[in-house]
């Protein structure tokens, strides 16, 4: 638990297993929407694998240049840019390999009812100011991070205040609420949207899940207030760096959480017979 770099090693090695789960859900997610016959299967998969690595490569790259420029002990060196970009190589070969066979053993789920794709139904315009795509995602993210705001201290205190981070067991509860909160509201919402003849529910669900990272860095920034004396372009940089990631990971956590749990509930819904 006290050893320098461990978790960053194990949340890299990690995701870089997982590429392999990674690819078959992203070929299984991709053909519920198309065919086999649409060549943008290879943008999905590289998007899936490109994404989240290049974003956090540049903030990183950019923070390495920053400690370079001020002599810091903390920069990267080029041998470890060496090794993380073969494991990144490392993780697209298992990409690749998830998604042929997603693609390979994807069984076409028929419609749970008719569609009718020569007519669009429009959305009402007369709605309540909260229903407004923009402002009902945000509004679903407060329920989320209320059940983990408290534990969000003790993590930040680990992460800047070098206090040591124990409870693990704890923290895994939390994550087990997060991800039960945050498939139940999202799915209320989701109701609640086609409840009110609103039939953009997909995009909705992500970002309606995704949104408690703008609490997370929100927080974050109230943390950086109070609670730490950091001051200066480095250690302004660094800590807000490291947040964004942080609150990244989060957005696309929760937000596959959000998704995948509306998917299953709207497909339930519209599976159910009616005399």
């Given at each position: 638990y006290?050893?320098?770099?461990?978790?960053?090693?194990?949340c890299?090695t990690?995701?870089?297993?997982t590429?392999?789960?990674s690819g078959?859900?992203?070929?299984?997610t991709?053909?519920?929407?198309?065919?086999?016959?649409?060549?943008?299967?290879k943008?999905?998969?590289?998007?899936?694998?490109i994404?989240?690595?290049s974003?956090?490569f540049?903030?990183?790259?950019?923070l390495n240049?920053?400690?370079?420029?001020?002599?810091?002990?903390?920069?990267?060196s080029?041998g470890t840019y060496?090794?993380m970009?073969l494991?990144?190589v490392?993780?697209?070969v298992?990409?690749?390999?998830?998604?042929l066979?997603?693609?390979?053993t994807?069984?076409?789920?028929p419609?749970?009812?008719?569609v009718?794709?020569k007519?669009i139904?429009?959305?009402p315009?007369?709605?309540?100011?909260?229903?407004?795509?923009i402002?009902?995602?945000?509004l679903?993210g407060v329920l989320p991070?209320?059940?983990i705001?408290?534990?969000?201290y003790?993590?930040?205190n680990?992460?800047?205040?070098?206090?040591?981070?124990?409870?693990y067991?704890?923290?895994?509860?939390v994550?087990?609420?997060l991800?039960?909160?945050?498939?139940?509201?999202?799915?209320?919402?989701t109701?609640?949207?086609?409840?009110?003849?609103?039939?953009?529910?997909?995009w909705?669900s992500?970002f309606?899940?995704g949104s408690?990272?703008l609490?997370?860095?929100?927080?974050?920034?109230f943390?950086?207030?109070?609670?730490t004396?950091?001051?200066?372009?480095?250690?302004?940089?660094?800590y807000?760096g490291?947040m964004?990631l942080?609150?990244l990971?989060i957005?696309?956590?929760c937000a596959?959480?959000g998704?995948?749990a509306?998917?299953?509930?709207?497909?339930?819904?519209?599976?159910?017979?009616?005399?």
């Open positions: 006290d050893t320098r770099g461990t978790i960053i090693t194990s890299v990690t995701w870089a297993v590429a392999l789960v078959y859900f992203s070929a299984q991709f053909l519920s929407y198309t065919n086999k016959d649409d060549p943008d299967w943008k999905a998969m590289a998007l899936t694998g994404l989240f690595p974003i956090g540049i903030v990183t790259f950019c240049l920053l400690s370079v420029s001020y002599a810091a002990t903390n920069a990267v080029f060496c090794v970009i494991i990144w490392f993780s697209l298992l990409l690749f390999i998830g998604t066979v997603g693609r390979s994807y069984n076409n789920l419609h749970p009812c008719k009718n794709d007519f139904y429009p959305i315009s007369d709605r309540a100011w909260y229903m407004n795509p402002i009902f995602c945000i679903v991070f209320g059940s705001f408290i534990e969000m003790y993590i930040f680990s992460f800047w205040n070098y206090k040591f981070y124990y409870v067991g704890f923290m895994l509860l994550f087990i609420i991800t039960i909160v945050t498939a139940c509201v999202t799915i209320v919402s109701y609640i949207l086609l409840n009110a003849e609103d039939r953009r529910w997909k909705v992500i309606s899940g408690t990272a609490y997370v860095f929100a927080y974050s920034t943390y950086f207030i109070t609670k004396q950091m001051t200066g372009i480095f250690q302004t940089s660094f807000f490291y964004f942080f609150s990971t957005f696309f956590m596959t959480i998704y995948v509306t998917s299953i509930f709207v497909r339930r819904i519209y599976n159910d017979k009616f005399d």
